[in-house]
């Protein structure tokens, strides 16, 4: 007979992590820390708290942490991407936790703003601590139905009728389109082989 984990899961109902909480076996139960009540259909498994919360909370054998905010203030993308992991990578230090971070492949530009400086030294937190962990830097998500990182090109549309020479940022610029479901097998994949310890893949 398998047996269940206790797994938890941030950013449960985003892009990513939406698709990730439908692949989990349907057995595991799954804490989905948010900070409202941002699930519409949870199952029997399925258990919001905050993270005001966690404490309350002795043990989780996998830690999946793919929350993140990419727009809005300086400090509101600190306290998101890097405060959070702060205190889940303690957290997971202090319970012997598996941890699995969603980064960004931005955070290995030279050139970074607020998103990508917060994603990476949220990196160097984990790479600090002595626990077992993976990071994965994702680059462009997209899916048959759904393509949120190029909504916000399409306002630039109507000058390329204008201005119809893209211009190339001043620096390496690499995309590799990705399948979200197709990284959403993946992330499982590494919960369930707990493999490629102590690695960041870039995918």
């Known amino acids: 007979m398998e ?8 950013g ?16 595991d139960t799954v804490y989905l820390l948010s900070n409202k009540n941002t699930v519409s259909t949870l199952n029997p498994h399925h258990i919001q708290i905050t993270a005001d919360e966690l404490d309350d909370f002795a043990k989780f054998d996998t830690i999946i942490h793919c929350a993140g905010r990419t727009t809005g203030n300086t400090k509101d993308i600190w306290e998101s991407n890097y405060q959070l992991t702060k205190k889940l990578v303690n957290f997971s230090k202090k319970n012997h936790t598996y941890f699995l971070f969603i980064s960004t492949l931005n955070a290995g530009l030279n050139h970074k703003g607020p998103y ?3 994603k990476y030294k949220a990196e160097r937190e984990l790479l600090n601590k002595d626990i077992d962990f993976v990071i994965i830097r994702p680059s ?8 949120p990182n190029l909504k916000k090109f399409r306002l630039f549309f109507p000058l390329f009728k204008i201005f119809p020479i893209l ?17 959403a097998n993946f992330c499982v994949d590494r919960i ?4 490629y310890l102590g690695k960041i893949i870039e995918v």
Not at 12 to 27: M, P, T, V
Not at 192 to 195: E, L, S, V
């Open 3 to 10: 047996n269940k984990r206790t797994i938890l899961l941030t």
């Open 12 to 27: 449960s109902s985003g892009f990513l992590g939406s698709r990730i909480l439908s692949k989990i076996n349907k057995n």
């Open 116 to 118: 990508e400086n917060s």
């Open 140 to 147: 462009y998500l997209f899916d048959a139905d759904n393509e």
């Open 167 to 183: 211009l190339i940022p001043p620096y390496e610029f690499l995309v590799q389109p990705l399948n979200v479901r197709d990284l």
């Open 192 to 195: 369930n082989k707990k493999d």
